[in-house]
C-alpha cells in the first residue's frame, strides 16, 4: 500500500480518529490515550501501531511509560489530494443550487 492509502486506512476508523484528536492537544502516555475508551489497552496499543506505521503518531520511551506525540505531516498529503477534487464538487454544488434557485423562482 502506498503512503496516501496507508494514512487513509489509518484514520477511517473512529477510534484511531479519537486518538488523533486526544494526540492533536498534546503528547500522551498510552495509558491516558486509551482511558476514554471501553476496550482494552491491548486493543489501543494496535491501533496507536497502525498509526505509527502510517507515520501518524511517534512514541518515545520514558522507562516504563511511553509517550505519544502526534505528527500531523502525513495528513497534509491527504489534505493536498482531496483538495484536488474540490473544484470538481463546488462545481457541481454550483449547478445543483442554482437548479433549486431556479426551481424556487418559477413558484
Known amino acids: 500500500m502506498d503512503e496516501l492509502g496507508q494514512v487513509l486506512a489509518a484514520v477511517s476508523d473512529p477510534t484511531r480518529r479519537a486518538i488523533i484528536d486526544r494526540l492533536a492537544r498534546g503528547p500522551a502516555r498510552v495509558t491516558d490515550v486509551a482511558a476514554p475508551f471501553a476496550i ?17 503518531v511517534r512514541r ?8 505519544l506525540q502526534l505528527h500531523a ?5 491527504v489534505s493536498r489530494w482531496a483538495h484536488r477534487y474540490a473544484r470538481f464538487w463546488n462545481q457541481k454544488l454550483d449547478r445543483l443550487q442554482a437548479f433549486f434557485e431556479q426551481k424556487e423562482k418559477k413558484r
Open 40 to 56: 482494552s489497552l491491548n486493543a489501543v496499543s494496535k491501533h496507536v501501531k497502525v498509526l505509527e506505521d502510517a507515520g501518524l
Open 60 to 67: 518515545e520511551r520514558q522507562g516504563r511509560e511511553h509517550l
Open 73 to 77: 505531516a502525513p495528513l497534509q498529503e
